[in-house]
T-cell receptor, first 113, second 113 residues
């Protein structure tokens, strides 16, 4: 069956450290993968998009990798800050005419000062 | 440029009733997608509209229906509400049918009693 899995438990890290979040998928062949941030009671906010032919993408303190062989994406936040505390969602697009996104359940990140 | 807005913010209905949720997309965005997000889960794709035509549907029954209007507004209608319909309903707009980031609204929290 098709599955997208993210760290089910909350990730607690110390301010200044690098947070690494994992997104694994099975029985999908995504053309691209996106990462979103969601704060409580708010809609998701787009962070990064990486295509199947890209290995790595960076934006300021954020980095995402995409390994289509391992069927995995890693999302890194360097020099983390308490303001980075939120739920991070990975979403993949499985081809077709629509840009329908299939979301994982998200990982709650808590950055301790 | 205004962002994506949704109304109402919160709504309480009883089982069997009907509800209409509204969304106003960003100007120039021809595509709107609707998602249902249960507590602790990632958003689940309901359907997408492109230039006022339905352009893809997720695994939701026909009592979930939608409309998109030329003025970048759209509606999600749910008939015969069930307790399990309690969730955050999100709309997201994007500029075209391409593989773009999606801009989410803040959501409507629906509670069915």
């Amino acid at each position: 069956s098709q599955k997208i899995e993210q760290n089910s438990e909350a990730l607690n890290i110390q301010e200044g450290k690098t947070a690494t979040l994992t997104c694994n998928y099975t029985n999908y062949s995504p053309a691209y993968l996106q990462w979103y941030r969601q704060d409580p009671g708010r809609g998701p906010v787009f962070l990064l998009l990486i295509r199947e032919n890209e290995k790595e993408k960076r934006k300021e303190r954020l980095k995402v990798t995409f390994d289509t062989t391992l069927k995995q994406s890693l999302f890194h936040i360097t020099a983390s800050q308490p303001a980075d505390s939120a739920t991070y969602l990975c979403a993949l697009e499985n081809g077709g005419a629509t840009n329908k996104l299939i979301f994982g359940t998200g990982t709650l990140l808590a950055v301790q000062p | 440029e205004t962002g994506v807005t949704q109304s109402p913010t919160h709504l309480i209905k009883t089982r069997g009733q009907q509800v209409t949720l509204r969304c106003s997309s960003q100007s120039g965005h021809n595509t709107v997608s609707w998602y249902q997000q249960a507590l602790g889960q990632g958003p689940q794709f309901i359907f997408q509209y492109y230039r006022e035509e339905e352009n893809g549907r997720g695994n939701f029954p026909p009592r979930f229906s939608g409309l998109q209007f030329p003025n970048y507004s759209s509606e999600l209608n749910v008939n015969a509400l069930e307790l399990d319909d309690s969730a955050l309903y999100l709309c997201a707009s994007s500029p075209g049918m391409g593989r773009d980031e999606q801009f989410f609204g803040p959501g409507t929290r629906l509670t069915v009693l």
